[in-house]
Nanobody, 130 residues
C-alpha cells in the first residue's frame, strides 16, 4: 500500500481543514486506516482511525483520540481509495504534521497503537495560528 497525504495548510483558530490520503494497491479496502500527527519536539500520536471494508458494511467503526473527539471526523471512500480527515474548530495545539497510515493485519477494531500500522504516507503540515 502506498499512501499520499495532502490538504494541510495555514488556518486560523476556529477554522477547518479537510485532509485527504490517497492509497494505491489492492489492499486498501482490507486495511484499517489511521491518521496520526507529530508536533514539533513531540512524539507522533494517534488522531483517528476507521475500520476496513468487510467490517464497515452499512457503517464504520471509528476511533478518536480524546483531544480531537467531537471536532474531527474520519471517513473513507472505497471507490476512490481515499481516506479523509475533516478537522474543525481547530486550535493552535492541533499544529503538527499529519500522517496517514494503513494497518493490513485484518484487525477488526481499529487500533490506536502506532506500532500496529504497516504503511505510512509522507505527511502534510497543518499550522493553526492567527
Amino acid at each position: 500500500v502506498q499512501l499520499q497525504a495532502f490538504g494541510g495548510g495555514l488556518v486560523q483558530p476556529g477554522g477547518s481543514l479537510r485532509l485527504a490520503c490517497e492509497a494505491s494497491g489492492r489492499r486498501f479496502s482490507m486495511s484499517v486506516m489511521g491518521w496520526f500527527r507529530q508536533a514539533p519536539g513531540k512524539e507522533r500520536e494517534f488522531v483517528a482511525a476507521i475500520s476496513r471494508a468487510e467490517i464497515s458494511g452499512g457503517g464504520s467503526i471509528t476511533e478518536y483520540s480524546d483531544s480531537v473527539k467531537g471536532r474531527f471526523t474520519i471517513s473513507r471512500d472505497f471507490a476512490k481509495n481515499t481516506v479523509h480527515l475533516q478537522a474543525s474548530s481547530l486550535k493552535p495545539e492541533d499544529t503538527a504534521v499529519y500522517y496517514c497510515a494503513a494497518d493490513v493485519s485484518l484487525r477488526v477494531i481499529p487500533s490506536t497503537d502506532i506500532g500496529d500500522y504497516d504503511y505510512w504516507g509522507q505527511g502534510t503540515e497543518v499550522t493553526v495560528s492567527s
